[in-house]
């Protein structure tokens, strides 16, 4: 039996959420996160400090898997702040206050918004670390193209293809109205456009920080879970993965995928398609 079908389903309850967060905060602060990633030593470790911690051994992709999702939830908490620029902040609760309209369009905006009517997600201060210095701080990732000293209220975001200041005389009001999308149009409403953005924007800088040891890192990392998998070096299945991971498309449904079996499945059609065409 083979590693990936001895390794559990993924849990994430609270604490292990925890747990996991504070080791990946240790290794960013042992330099194993040399780009916006955690290097194989970081896995590693934090694989066997979490493993003695909480009894589970998961593989290396289920934590992966939780560090997009972290990062998507802080991602998602820095951009959520930036709006307190624009409206009223509780300070108890460390939240926005917002009417209802405001509120549904910030969460339509992304759905992990809707935790932060409670306050802060849990385990901030280990994500400020985990995740420092890639490109989600609110600074130059929030309004790419907008001078820092301009606030996000006084902001025009109807444009799509540039940001354009409006007057600091503005009704605040008006810049608070913003947030409704018109009704009964179609098209992504400006909160959506900003939020679209935004997250392209740090796509674009993780990659302009990526360095190629990591592609490397990467590869080699899929190419052992290929033999893993059944597709033994020098056959069909594993000369297919060499030609199909180049593209990270393609290393992501690789390891969306739960089984070993439907791993080397996949790749086997994956070479009957390239035989037939």
Request: aromatic share 10%.
């Amino acid at each position: 039996m083979d590693q990936e079908n001895k390794a559990p389903k993924a849990y994430w309850d609270p604490l292990s959420t925890t747990i996991f967060c504070e080791l990946c905060k240790k290794q960013k602060e042992a330099g194993n996160r040399p780009t916006a990633f955690l290097s194989n030593d970081g896995y590693k470790n934090l694989a066997i400090e979490f493993g003695t911690r909480t009894g589970k051994i998961y593989t290396r992709g289920q934590f992966k898997n939780k560090w997009d999702s972290t990062k998507a939830l802080y991602q998602a908490w820095v951009y959520y702040t930036t709006k307190a620029t624009g409206l009223g902040w509780d300070p108890v609760k460390q939240t926005i206050t917002a009417d209802e309209a405001q509120w549904a369009e910030l969460i339509k905006a992304n759905k992990l918004i809707a935790g932060f009517r409670r306050g802060p997600p849990d385990n901030l201060q280990f994500m400020d670390v985990m995740f420092e210095d890639a490109h989600v701080d609110g600074t130059s990732a929030v309004m790419p193209g907008v001078p820092r000293e301009v606030p996000v209220d006084l902001v025009d975001l109807e444009d799509d293809e540039g940001l354009t200041p409006t007057p600091p005389s503005a009704n605040r009001k008006r810049g608070a109205a913003r947030i409704a999308a018109s009704p009964g149009k179609k098209k992504k409403s400006p909160m959506q456009q900003d939020f679209k953005r935004w997250i392209d924007h740090c796509i674009n800088e993780d990659r302009a920080v990526s360095s190629s040891t990591t592609v490397v890192q990467d590869l080699e990392a899929i190419m052992e879970e290929v033999v893993a998998c059944g597709a033994q070096e020098g056959s069909v299945e594993h000369y297919m993965a060499t030609k199909l991971f180049g593209k990270l498309e393609n290393r992501v449904f690789f390891n969306t995928m739960k089984t070993s079996e439907g791993r080397l499945r996949w790749l086997k059609m994956q070479y009957e398609d390239r035989k037939r065409n």
